[in-house]
């Protein structure tokens, strides 16, 4: 009768190692995959805002017989959310700035 010899049939460190570094790489694939895709929405969403409160301002030309508005809070009552649409998503609490000679909204985050 032949003797059947024991084998250890389990993962040796060496494939633990390579299956950790693997998963190591992918993550960091999605982490980075994840930061570019949110600073791409808050650089859209702030261009968006710029576009909403300059479209704003014509609306209170209109209402003022041409005259532009002083500061950016006179915009208030033309847009629905101020508070936030006035400020850049980036999360720094950056205003939007009004240049009422060139009629345009900019910001200093995303020019």
């Keep these: ?9 389990g993962f040796s460190m060496l494939e633990l190692m390579v299956v950790v570094a693997i998963l190591g790489i992918l993550v960091m694939i999605a982490v980075a995959s994840y ?3 949110t600073s791409t ?3 859209v969403t702030c261009k968006e805002n710029q576009r909403n409160l300059t479209t704003s301002v014509s609306l209170y030309e209109q209402d003022h ?3 532009r508005p002083a500061v950016l809070v006179d915009l208030t009552p033309y847009v ?3 508070a936030s649409a ?3 998503p980036n999360g720094d609490g950056t ?3 009004y240049d009422p000679v060139g009629n345009r909204v900019t910001c200093p985050n995303h020019p």
Excluded: F, H, Q
């Excluded at 009768?1 to 049939?9: A, F, H, K, P, V």
């Design 1 to 9: 009768m032949r003797r059947r010899i024991r084998r250890d049939e």
């Design 86 to 88: 006035s400020k850049c």
């Design 65 to 67: 017989d041409g005259a």
């Design 35 to 37: 930061r570019m895709s």
């Design 95 to 97: 205003l939007l700035v």
């Design 80 to 82: 629905t959310n101020y």
């Design 41 to 43: 929405a808050r650089r």
